[in-house]
């Protein structure tokens, strides 16, 4: 698998500009991820961080899910990875998790993402106020905040992946 990113245009629409540059940073997640084992994927290069690329994904998994079905759609999901009991738990892997999973879950979360923000506009109120803040947001905050999620983890994956096998890159 090859992973394509596209430059967001530079000169769109808001909204056209918001969804490419939050694609651009979740393709980069993904290139980031490519080529390597789940042995690869599931290692924290660096102690005592439990971050890993397959723990990231992961928790990109949980973010998409929390923030554009929980909150923006109102849907009544649960975590997929976490618990009360292990509240960090994306980022807890056994040999057990392989890429393929996380990476379908991803992938499925960002497909019904991509589902719940055709029916709002970027002004539009989340159905749901935020478990830990009891606040609503708008469409556009949340782009704009899942923007500065991926690009901060992005940056996470940019020094594992060194780290693992020297590869580099934007």
């Known amino acids: 698998m090859s992973t394509e990113r596209h430059d967001p245009a530079a000169t769109a629409d808001e909204r056209t ?3 490419g540059w939050l694609d651009y940073h979740r393709q980069t997640l993904a290139w980031k991820c490519e080529g390597l ?3 690869q994927l599931r290692t924290a290069a660096v102690e005592p ?3 890993s690329l397959m723990g990231l994904v992961r928790h990109m998994a949980e973010v ?3 923030w554009f079905r929980s909150v923006l759609a109102g849907e009544d999901t649960g975590p997929i990875y976490f618990s009360d009991e292990d509240p960090d738990g994306e980022f807890h892997l056994t040999e057990a998790d392989t890429w393929a999973e ?3 879950t991803w992938q499925a979360e960002i497909e019904a993402a991509r589902r719940n923000v055709a029916g709002f506009g970027l ?3 989340s159905k749901s106020l935020h478990r830990r803040t ?3 947001f708008n469409l556009r905050w949340i782009y704009t905040h899942m923007i ?3 690009a901060r983890h992005n940056g996470h994956a940019d020094l594992i992946r060194e780290r693992l096998d020297g590869a580099t890159g934007e």
């Open 49 to 51: 961080s439990e971050l």
């Open 37 to 39: 084992t789940d042995a």
């Open 134 to 136: 009891g606040e609503q």
């Open 64 to 66: 998409e899910r929390s």
């Open 17 to 19: 500009m918001l969804e």
């Open 123 to 125: 002004d539009d109120l």
């Open 148 to 150: 500065e999620e991926y």
């Open 102 to 104: 996380a990476h379908a």
